[in-house]
């Protein structure tokens, strides 16, 4: 992988959990570490989600390896959101790459 193909400027979310004066929870997303990536569709499909038939598309997103990045978090590209659904590290030439695969249209970030 040619590190001159990370073009697509991302941030990375992760899930913040508040509480508020009356002790309920607040979750708010907040940004865990913002990188450069190749953003990449790759399929999309239908499925259902809450009995509703709604669009899926995939994406693969390569990025350098960073620590910490696991499935709960979810990327913002674009103004849109997208969740993570895996993570592959791929080792290349001695450059660490990481290949993210988001979906959009299941949770909507």
């Not at 103004?79 to 979906?103: Q, V």
Request: glycine share 4%; with cysteine.
């Amino acid at each position: 992988m040619d590190s001159g193909r990370l073009k697509d400027w991302i941030e990375i979310q992760q899930v913040s959990i508040t509480f508020d004066q009356y002790n309920s929870e607040i979750e708010s997303w907040t940004e865990f570490d913002s990188v450069w990536s190749e953003f990449a569709p790759t399929r999309g499909a239908e499925k259902v989600v809450a009995a509703q038939l709604r669009e899926v598309q995939t994406f693969t997103v390569t990025i350098r390896h960073l620590p910490g990045i696991n499935t709960t978090m979810r990327v913002l590209f674009d103004s849109d959101y997208y969740d993570i659904t895996s993570i592959e590290k791929s080792i290349i030439r001695r450059n660490e790459f990481m290949l993210l695969t988001c979906t959009k249209g299941v949770n909507d970030g």
